[in-house]
């Protein structure tokens, strides 16, 4: 089988391709439409306006909620700052007591750095840990629960790992416990089904680039009945109800919402194929790597994503060198400069060696069988090259 | 009819550089903090765009820190640096920064013609301890200059740091980081998309970050950067200021003053940005008049952009000792590209609007 001439695109967990059809849709608002969205004044603003609104109602409906509970920001980072700061700081300006907050030890960072910076002030955090299989026991969240829990954060769908913890039983423990609920949906949202009302949230993450919509914008659902309080991070113009100033990015706000509105369409049958993706990737390398581990495979998970573990002695770091073509990763994309075993795949019990020799594979709407195949030959071959120089090395 | 863009200060329209540069780095999958071919790729533009950028304002790649506008950067610059400062704020600066200042901030007044107040601001910095002061290059509204050289060098002389927020400023007039200490942009306001903006400070300065996670700018800013933003920035950026719209400005003021001599325009004492007035007509609420020039296809604004909807008194024009005049001031402010007709538009649509406007008075 002939190895790939150009790169595929197998990192989507890091970063989606824009959908054309989203590119479309933003391109009037780069060009005739350019007007300050915040400009009611005048008939160009207020028409960029509209369409604003029109996309902030797709954003909205992915998730079962309002246009009027979502906060549009520069990405899931932002909302992730802007959920856990802003509802551990709104509520001890009122004089709430409470001050645990309560997260995953498989956390995207910025979730975990947020909760660390409420430390600073005086907060309390608990990690709590997850199973072998990445999933959090509803049994220790109840534990963890008391009376002074003011928050808890938990991801619907993890970034390494694609895991996907079962939001509705946790939230009713939140809920029974008094606690706000937020949850970093950013690589859940087109990728399963999202009710805020089921889940009983209060608070969710999403981001453009995750949906194959454009990067620099986001968004935070804040429920309003009953009404979720929360301190901006920084303050302004007003805009966003006074919960993020800033000029909106209006196209980048009309292409979330293009990506959204297909995720609310497509997204299932994205997933139905992207799992015959996944299969043909992964019974080939499983063919040709006697011995492959799909971590956290008993769990239920996003379809497009694979986290494998090759046995023989061999670091992922090398796997890739020998084909550079096929574009995976290690682990989160951020600072994937930083070679560290992934705290994440250290939460579920992998020794460092094993993190070290773990890829991180994201399928997406854009992967085509050919593409599974090709990567799979791809990284099987550069892994036998690479397990046998090791052998010889250790002979 | 084609309509008459005259909202500059709100948002430039996007240059055809910025676009080309978007459309290109749009077609880069990657994410710049990836190791692969592709994330290498997303990375070089990145940089390139950082270097571009930073030169652009005289100072270096590696100071700069990309956010998601001007209102983000200004609150990372004042909040990040103020740890054990006093803050001082002009009296005009824009909600961004009044807000970023908080409550405790001292506000120095401005003269009757918009510029800061030295002899105000020497003595609050000779009053206390350390400072930060935080002022803007231009106004939004009436596009008066403070004399940043002298403002400089009485922060130099106090050993008080200086922030500048000068999102209005680039685009309209050369400009850089200078003796400053930091310097707020944004890439909307000249001619690049929404949804990026940069904070560029002076070499060893390292403000608190705002947004954390993901380690990204180098810890300064969490969140994967918004990159075919940031290559319309950068394109943006790299457009030479535009010449004549001065010119223009001027020829607009004597028209609306040749027709009505009863017309104050709002810091024409003081140095201005060469695209935007502040025209009062004395009697006319704003509000009427912006939705008289709208319905004549003329879009200016009744002050800041923001969360308009509702038009507010105007703080800027109250800090320049203006009464029951601040309520009847529109904002015209000329984009890049304004047309070579938009004088005998403009002046139309303004006779036309005043006509109306008066004979209701009467």
């Not at chain 1, 989160?332 to 075993?341: D, K, N, W």
Request: glycine share 10%.
């Amino acid at each position: 089988m002939s190895l790939p001439n150009q790169p595929i695109y197998l990192d989507n967990h890091a970063t989606t391709p824009v959908d054309p059809r989203v590119l479309q849709a933003m391109r009037p608002f780069w060009e005739a439409q350019f007007a300050n969205p915040a400009s009611a004044e005048h008939a160009l603003g207020r028409a960029v306006a509209d369409a604003v609104e029109q996309a902030r109602d797709y954003i909205a409906e992915l998730i079962g909620a309002s246009a009027a509970e979502i906060i549009l920001t520069s990405g899931a980072t932002e909302a992730n700052n802007l959920a856990i700061k802003g509802a551990a700081r709104f509520a001890a300006s009122q004089g709430d007591p409470r001050r645990r907050i309560i997260t995953l030890a498989t956390e995207h960072k910025c979730v975990l750095e947020s909760v660390r910076d409420l430390a600073r002030e005086g907060f309390e955090p608990v990690i709590l840990p997850v199973g072998a299989d990445g999933l959090l026991d509803p049994e220790v969240l109840r534990a963890a629960c008391d009376a002074n829990t003011l928050l808890v954060s938990i991801m619907a769908v993890n970034n390494e790992i694609g895991v996907i913890q079962d939001l509705a039983t946790l939230g009713a423990i939140v809920k029974e416990a008094g606690a706000a609920f937020h949850t970093d949906a950013a690589q859940a949202a087109g990728r399963i089904p999202l009710d805020v009302g089921e889940i009983q949230a209060d608070l969710m993450s999403l981001s453009g680039h995750k949906v194959y919509g454009p990067r620099g914008i986001g968004a935070l659902y804040v429920r309003r009945r009953p009404r979720m309080r929360l301190a901006p991070l920084f303050s302004g113009g007003g805009q966003e109800r006074g919960l993020r100033s800033g000029t909106l990015p209006a196209p980048l706000v009309v292409g979330f919402g293009e990506a959204c509105r297909i995720a609310a369409i497509e997204g299932l049958l994205d997933s139905g194929r992207i799992a015959g993706q996944r299969d043909i990737f992964l019974d080939k390398l499983r063919a040709e790597i006697p011995g492959l581990v799909v971590n956290a495979e008993a769990a239920p998970r996003v379809s497009g994503n694979l986290n494998v573990t090759c046995p023989g002695g061999v670091s992922a770091q090398a796997i890739m060198a020998g084909a550079p073509l096929v574009c995976v990763s290690t682990g989160s994309a951020c600072s994937s400069a930083e070679v560290e075993p992934s705290y994440v795949l250290q939460a579920i019990g992998l020794e460092p060696a094993a993190a070290r020799a773990t890829l991180r594979i994201g399928m997406g709407r854009f992967t085509s069988p050919a593409d599974a195949e090709l990567a799979a030959a791809s990284l099987a071959a550069s892994w036998h090259r690479a397990a046998s120089a090791t052998d010889k090395a250790s002979d | 009819m084609q309509r008459l863009y005259l909202d500059a200060n709100a948002t430039e329209p996007m240059r055809p550089e910025a676009i080309a540069a978007m459309a290109e780095a749009m077609a880069l999958p990657g994410n710049p903090s990836s190791v692969h071919a592709e994330g290498r790729a997303a990375r070089r533009v990145l940089e390139e765009a950082r270097e571009a950028i930073a030169a652009r304002f005289g100072g270096r790649g590696r100071d700069l820190v990309f956010t998601s506008g001007g209102t983000e950067a200004n609150a990372l610059a004042i909040r990040g640096l103020a740890a054990g400062r006093r803050v001082l704020v002009g009296a005009t600066e824009h909600p961004a920064v009044l807000a970023a200042a908080g409550s405790d901030a001292e506000v120095v007044p401005v003269l009757a013609d918009g510029t800061l107040d030295l002899a105000a601001l020497e003595a609050a910095l000779k009053a206390g301890g350390a400072a930060l002061v935080a002022v803007m290059a231009a106004n939004n509204e009436t596009g008066v200059l403070h004399p940043i050289a002298a403002i400089a060098e009485l922060c130099r002389t106090h050993g008080a740091l200086l922030h500048l927020d000068a999102v209005q400023m680039p685009g309209r007039l050369p400009f850089g980081l200078g003796p400053a200490d930091s310097l707020a942009l944004s890439a909307h306001k000249l001619g690049g998309p929404k949804g990026v903006g940069a904070l560029l400070l002076r070499p060893g300065l390292d403000p608190a970050p705002l947004l954390t996670g993901g380690g990204q700018e180098s810890g300064r800013r969490g969140g994967t950067e918004a990159l075919p933003a940031i290559a319309g920035f950068a394109a943006a950026a790299l457009c030479p200021v535009p010449e004549g719209l001065g010119r223009l400005r001027d020829a607009i003021e004597a028209g609306v003053r040749a027709l009505a001599p009863e017309v104050i325009i709002a810091g024409s004492a003081a140095p201005r940005l060469p695209n935007t007035t502040s025209l009062i007509l004395p009697g006319v609420a704003a509000e009427t008049q912006v939705i008289a020039l709208d319905l004549a296809g003329v879009a200016v604004s009744a002050g800041a952009a923001c969360s308009s909807g509702k038009v507010r008194q105007s703080h800027v024009l109250a800090a320049m000792g203006f009464g029951a005049e601040a309520a009847s001031a529109i904002r015209v402010s000329l984009p890049w590209n304004a047309p070579e007709d938009t004088e005998a538009r403009f002046l139309a649509a303004w006779g036309a609007m005043r006509e109306k406007l008066a004979a209701r008075k009467r």
